[in-house]
Every structure is written in C-alpha cells, then in structure tokens.
C-alpha cells in the first residue's frame, strides 16, 4: 500500500508561480511511475503530468507544457510540480498518483492517489 500526501497548493496571482510536492509513504515509490491530475470544479479530472520510475521521461498535457516542470526525487520518495506563468484556468484541486505499470496519462490507469491540494490563480 503506497500513501500520498501533496502540499504547496495556494493563492497566486497570474504570472505568478507554486511547486507542488507529493510525498510518498513506501520506499518502493521508485518502482513506480507517477503522475499530476487536476480537477476543476463542474470538470472532469484532467491529466497535467507524468514521469517515469527514473525520472528520464517526462510528459504534459498540451495545456501546460512549457510553463510546468515535472520531476522526482526517489531518494526522499518525493514528485514535485513547479508551475510557472500560472493562469486563472490552471485553478483546480491538484492531485498525484502512482501505478505499479509504465507511466500513463489516463487517470484510471493509477493505483495510488493523494488527497488533492487546491491551486487558486486570481486574474
């Protein structure tokens, strides 16, 4: 059983930035590949991001890419999530998963999920 615990959700004005962190309760996080879902309120969870077990490949949802920054640190059993150029659309509760498989951009595909931390951005 792998628990995950996100933080550094908050306020931020447009332009501004947050990095988000996931903690992971099991040293075996580093067999398993994670990932950044979002949700909205009134939307469907929405993938963001995902990283491999070694960090060497990376992904992002079109709507991001170039502004957010996935990465991992296995060794603290941490992901993080630095978001820059923040807008008001990326509002959402954020959330991190783990699966046991490769990496994938489906949320269903994830065994293990965080309880989501909310990312307010004020135009």
């Known amino acids: 059983q792998v628990q995950l615990v996100e933080s550094g959700g908050g306020l931020v004005q447009a332009g501004g930035s947050l990095r988000l962190s996931c903690v992971a309760s099991?040293?075996?996080?580093?067999?398993?590949?994670m990932g950044w879902f979002r949700q909205a309120p009134g939307k469907e969870r929405e993938f963001v991001s995902a990283i491999s077990r070694s960090g060497e490949s990376t992904y992002y949802a079109d709507s991001v890419k170039g502004r957010f920054t996935i990465s991992r640190d296995n060794a603290k059993n941490t992901m993080y999530l630095q978001m820059n150029s923040l807008k008001p659309e990326d509002t959402a509760v954020y959330y991190c998963?783990?699966?046991?498989?490769?990496?994938?951009?489906?949320?269903?595909?994830?065994?293990?999920w965080g309880q989501g931390t909310q990312v307010t951005v004020s135009s």
């Open positions: 099991a040293r075996t996080i580093s067999s398993k590949a």
């Open positions: 998963a783990a699966r046991s498989l490769p990496v994938a951009t489906v949320s269903g595909r994830y065994d293990y």
